[in-house]
């Protein structure tokens, strides 16, 4: 190529007015080429193969954002990690004069490589590092509810809601530092319609450090479709007082402390509801296995509360609900004690604690493989789902523990697992 030619990149981009930070991007990217900071998620324009397997799991869109721009002087991680907003658009003119001589597209060079890097990616599950985009499922169940999103949002006619704080209650052991709380929100007059697995962003008044307005959090529903208390236009939520990052260090959670904090009678900026895949099947012989963590339980006692108010209409013929529900120990549990009191023969629940006092490290795959035989039944029933929301940690463990039920049961996990994706019937929820 001679001196004088530039190549024009479409560089990917994420939108930070619009993302929740929920990190579902990153985790599905199969060449890690998206990261973030305290502030922002990136797209590194180096590393970027163009694969699109991050645009349909994003919740909110922010994800599918582009930029043409001179490859020499593509966006850098550093000038992202500093962004509000995105960058306008550079006209034609404006990248003739930025590139100095000829302008060539670089568009068919990509594809085709890009699809060979991203296949090449996927097939390193079968060597041991299971890939989150080779089985997460972004698609419903063909049963599901339809899901309203993005009715508040930054960039659409209402921008936000406001609720009111009914009730905030704490869920685990009182005198333990990382206290979780069951928040209630009301909406009032105004339409919030949401169903079991979807998310809202809450954003925590004040601003940052640069004296920025502060970006929203993104906090799973942990209440049914018809409400937390049925029949009134109100949610949900599961938060954790964060002291610490995933890393172990010190660090205040902003949007946490502010949650735990709230008072009945307070008022709460709400941006949402956002989700359209990670949600319940609706007919009535369908199987549920859920598998969770810490407050990966609220999208997991939405539906558990679902079925159990449709049972006790009477309304559900069947199908099995099974829950494997981690913690480092029974006081840093949520909702521990409410749910030793469901009937056994609703739902079927397998405790692992990794932290307990005198006792083993237990983990939510380890007891997966101890209930192999049942869990091998149900991966063999196509009216089986299953749901995994927690700490990215779990995610690599649990799928490795499905692919060894799966074989040891005669099925083809590769197959099985594709399938499964494909049909909306194993849905990955991580961070």
């Not at 509000?84 to 085709?112: K, Q, Y």
């Not at 405790?351 to 192999?372: G, H, L, N």
Request: proline share 6%; net charge negative.
């Amino acid at each position: 190529m001679d001196a004088a030619t530039a190549t024009i990149l479409k560089q990917h981009l994420i939108d930070p007015e619009i993302c929740i930070r929920c990190n579902t991007c990153e985790a599905t990217c199969p060449v890690d080429a998206i990261t973030h900071d305290d502030m922002n998620y990136v797209v590194d324009a180096e590393k970027c193969n163009f694969c699109m397997d991050c645009i349909s799991p994003c919740p909110t869109g922010s994800i599918d954002n582009w930029r043409e721009v001179i490859r020499s002087s593509a966006y850098s991680l550093e000038e992202q990690f500093d962004w509000d907003e995105l960058p306008d658009e550079l006209s034609a003119e404006e990248l003739a004069e930025a590139a100095g001589g000829e302008i060539i597209a670089e568009s068919a060079v990509d594809t085709s490589e890009s699809a060979s890097v991203a296949t090449s990616a996927s097939s390193s599950g079968a060597a041991g590092h299971v890939n989150h985009a080779q089985y997460n499922a972004t698609t419903p169940p063909w049963s599901a509810a339809h899901a309203y999103t993005n009715l508040y949002s930054p960039k659409s006619a209402q921008p936000s809601i406001n609720a009111t704080v009914t009730g905030n209650l704490r869920v685990t052991e009182v005198g333990k530092e990382y206290d979780t709380h069951h928040i209630v929100l009301d909406f009032g007059g105004k339409p919030f319609p949401v169903l079991e697995g979807q998310s809202i962003g809450i954003v925590p008044p004040g601003t940052d450090s640069k004296g920025k307005p502060h970006h929203a959090r993104q906090y799973s529903i942990a209440s049914a479709r018809n409400g937390e208390r049925p029949g009134y236009n109100n949610i949900s939520l599961t938060v954790k007082r964060v002291l610490e990052d995933h890393d172990g260090n010190p660090v205040v959670g902003v949007a946490s402390n502010y949650m735990c904090d709230l008072n009945a009678g307070d008022e709460v900026q709400v941006i949402g509801p956002f989700g359209a895949s990670f949600l319940m099947p609706n007919h009535p012989r369908s199987n549920i296995v859920m598998i969770c963590t810490g407050t990966g339980s609220a999208p997991m006692r939405a539906m558990t509360e679902w079925r159990r108010r449709l049972r006790a209409s009477g309304k559900f013929e069947g199908g099995k609900l099974m829950l494997f529900f981690g913690a480092r120990s029974r006081a840093e549990l949520p909702y521990f004690g409410p749910l030793q009191k469901l009937p056994k023969d609703f739902i079927d629940i397998n405790f692992a604690f990794s932290r307990e006092k005198d006792q083993p490290k237990t983990y939510v795959q380890d007891r997966m493989r101890e209930r192999a035989p049942d869990l091998s039944e149900l991966l063999k029933d196509p009216d089986t789902y299953f749901y995994v929301c927690g700490l990215k940690d779990m995610e690599e463990g649990v799928l490795l523990a499905l692919s060894e039920i799966a074989e040891q049961a005669g099925l083809n996990w590769a197959e099985l697992g594709t399938a499964m994706k494909q049909e909306g019937r194993l849905h990955l929820e991580t961070y």
